[in-house]
Structure formats: structure tokens, C-alpha cells
């Protein structure tokens, strides 16, 4: 992991001035902390990698440099366009090697194997939950600090993830980019496609053990079980 950065002058350099780099530099990503110094030498908003800090900038500029050839939307990371054009195409070329299932992206391959392993080397301090993912555990402290640094442009609503705030904005802008190649109808995220994707198949997945009844999803079998355990979570407060 590489010394920390600053930005000092619309330049970065390592604290002791010794290097000097340009912003499009790609020798960045070995950098493990990049801090802004404001005038009167404060510091602000840090990042972990500097992918990270251009991926920030584009929220306070607006620029959306990455255009979809197809549909002509643009993006502010060129990772985003390739997401979003598989997204397009239905193409899942990551399998994973235990289960057989595919995704649009390596990363989120990877992240689906740790279901596989068990593993969960990330441990929150405060509370000691464990995660497979580093991600994760960023929003499980932030559960503790109350921190929302993902702020909408449109409406100001703060946000812990850069994921929710995204699908949040989509509120706004209207949009719904997972669609089904049966009917055309469009989804804010992946799990409820696939849920809508079983309407068309019919396919039940999800069985009841004590009656043997199957459910299209796991809350519609999670809701089922309680006319068999009897259970009553909410309760009323003024009656009880």
C-alpha cells in the first residue's frame, strides 16, 4: 500500500513533496489515501484510492464522459458503461466455478465465491460483525458514525453507500435499466428483475419444509412460516 497523497494546487504529491503527478497519471491506483488541502492548509474529504477521488469529482462536475453507443446515456466511470452495457445485452460471461452462476462483472463474481468460502476477514471494531467484503464493513461503521457522505444533487437526501444513493437518483431521473427480455418492463436493481423474471417462468423456487408449499421468492416464504411458528413481530404499543 502505497504513502498517502495531496492535492495541492490542482496537483497531487506525496507529503514531503517529493513527487509531483498528474491527475491522469495511472500509476495512482497503488496510493492508498488521497487528502485535498483547502486554502489555509485544511484537509478535507479523503479517498482510498484515487479512482476513487475521480469518481467523486465527477459527482461535483456533472461530466458524464461515458456515452452508451447504443443508447446514447453517458456515465462518469468507464466501468459503469461496461456494467451498463451488459446490463443491455443479458451478456454474463463471469461463471462462478462452485454453482454454475453468472454475472455481468469479475467483481461482483468474486464477491459471490466468499458465499462459497465462508470467509469473512473484515471485522467491525465497534460491534464485532464480521464481512466478506471490505465494502460491507465501510457501511456497517458508517451505522454507528451516522455518516452519509453519498449526497443526492436533486434532493440533498445522504446516503452511506455510493450504490443506494445511485439507485436512489434513479427516483429522480426516471430511470430503469434492468429490463425484461420477455415483457420490456424496467427495474431499478437485479434482484427485483429476477423476482418479476419468475412471473413469466412460473418457477418456485423457495420451499416451505413443514408443508411442502413453494414460494417465488425468500420474503414470500419468510412471511409463510409464520402461520406455522405462530409468531406476531409487530406488536401494538398502546394495547400490546
Known sequence: MGESLIQRNGRFMSRDGSQCLKQNSTNHQSWAEVEIEEDGGNLKRGFFYF????????????????????????FSHNSILRKHRMIRSGERPHECDKCGKAFSDASTQRNHRAIHTGKKPHSCLDCGKSFSRMSHLTAQRRTHTAERPYVCED????????????????????????VCMVCTKGFLDNSTLRKHNLTHTGERP??????????????TLRKHLIIHTGERPYGCSVCG
Do not use: V
Open 155 to 178: 434532493c440533498g437526501k445522504g446516503y452511506s453507500q455510493m450504490s443506494s444513493m445511485r439507485m436512489h437518483r434513479m427516483i429522480h431521473t426516471g430511470e430503469r435499466p434492468y
Open 51 to 74: 479512482s476513487e477521488l475521480s469518481w467523486h469529482l465527477n459527482t461535483h462536475t456533472g461530466e458524464r464522459p461515458y456515452a452508451c453507443d447504443d443508447c446514447g446515456k453517458g
Open 206 to 219: 423457495y420451499l416451505c419444509k413443514d408443508c411442502g408449499k413453494r414460494f417465488p421468492d425468500n420474503s
